[in-house]
């Protein structure tokens, strides 16, 4: 008879910024024996693709509490191990168009109502923060001075280097298999064997054919997005806010040694997570190149080092998936950022690892009612996704 495979209190699939998170969580919180599983590496999905903007003006008061505490997550984190991957640059927003500057004053209310410091800026608060940019026509603008910048890649690593002292085992290599078995989860991958009581998809874009694998189908639609690293003019300095141009969707943030990163929305249309084509293309840097023509001219003669794409995950109402899924298999699931994972991973795994270890019926499962997993009834259409850097909630923004 063959050897039952080993049995561990929980298995993590994926080894992103929401996995690695995970993996911290619970080995800090003494959760038994734990695998994180990934057929490549740490942070080979979005997470090693990501801008790493970190800002808590966000929807709201759940988006905002998580982004705050992935915040201070991230800062800890950087200031034991790493300095050098965490700013606090602030994030600045701007509009032409004054239907979009009210719904930026609506943001900015709501915002503070929350507790999020921003403010309102003029047009010489903004060639103050950016003095090759021209604002003339500029009718609304907020700014926060508490926003930062993060590698994403390098705070998926320090949660691993933090968790694997702690206990957690690291599989890496070897396409998965993985199917319902008894009241768990079967996992083949990495050339080992295991039978997961608690299993923990955070897959990010693979999510959708992963759920879908184990009897729970969600509607998520990977799609992809990209960004460029370049070279400004000298003169650019090196700590400068990051920036959203609401009207062309572009937004940018420094990079260090000299660079600043840039990227747009979302490309909507479904992308394969295994065959999307990784590279920026043509009409992405035109769209870049002209929003620095109008808004940035000082950026205009940028040399282009690198362009790349990255895949995301969208949901229908734009909220990310977080919470239990299926209890008779021992089922969570972190995944459907909507483009918006490395500002909110850490602080939603520390309350999907709060509601795995309390159970159903408490406060913790109540902090993850916006995002249960679950609401979806059966049968819901996945939806192409929404643009990304939005100032509204809902499902259908307008901006
Ligand atoms: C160009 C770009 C810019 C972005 N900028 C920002 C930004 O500024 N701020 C922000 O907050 N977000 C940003 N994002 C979004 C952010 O990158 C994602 O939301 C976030 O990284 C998702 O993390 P994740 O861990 O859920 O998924 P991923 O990082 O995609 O990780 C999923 C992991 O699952 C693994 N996997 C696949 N199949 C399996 C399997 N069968 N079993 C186990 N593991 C598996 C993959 O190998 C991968 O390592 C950006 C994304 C892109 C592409």
Known sequence: ??????????????????????????????????????????????????????????????????????????????????????????FVRWTANPIAAEAIDAARARLRSWGVSVERVDRAGLERRFPWGRFEDVVGAIAGDRDAV?????????????????????????????????????????????????????????????????????????????????????GTPALFASGHDIDTDVYFRPEGAGRILAGDGTERVEADPDRFVPVGDATFLENLAESFRTRLPGWESSEMIRAWAGVCTSTPDRRPLVGALDPAIGLYTITGFNGFGVMRAGGAAERLVDRILQGPGGAAEEHLRSVDPRRFPAGTEARIPRPGFTLEGGDDPRF
């Not at 969580?25 to 942070?43: C, E, F, K, Q, W």
Request: hydrophobic share 45%; proline share 7%; glycine share 10%.
């Open 1 to 90: 008879m063959a050897a039952r495979s080993p049995t561990v209190d929980v298995a993590i699939l994926g080894a992103g910024i929401a996995g690695a998170a995970c993996a911290y969580h619970l080995a800090r919180r003494n959760a038994g024996s734990i695998v994180l599983y990934d057929p490549r590496t740490p942070a080979a999905g979005a997470t090693g693709r990501a801008a790493g903007i970190v800002t808590d003006q966000l929807w709201d008061r759940w988006d905002v509490e998580v982004a705050q505490s992935s915040d201070r997550q991230y800062e800890a984190l950087c200031r034991r191990h790493d300095p050098s991957a965490y700013a606090r640059n602030g």
């Open 150 to 234: 993060v590698t994403p890649s390098t705070i998926a690593a320090l949660y691993l280097k933090e968790a694997e002292p702690l206990g957690v085992e690291t599989w890496f290599g070897a396409p998965a298999a993985v199917r319902r078995d008894g009241a768990g989860v079967a996992l083949r991958g990495a050339g080992r064997e295991l039978h997961a009581r608690t299993t923990i998809v955070a897959a990010g874009a693979w999510s959708k054919a992963l759920l879908a694998s184990l009897g729970a189908p969600r509607p998520l639609v990977p799609y992809r997005v990209q960004a460029a690293t370049l070279r400004p003019p000298p």
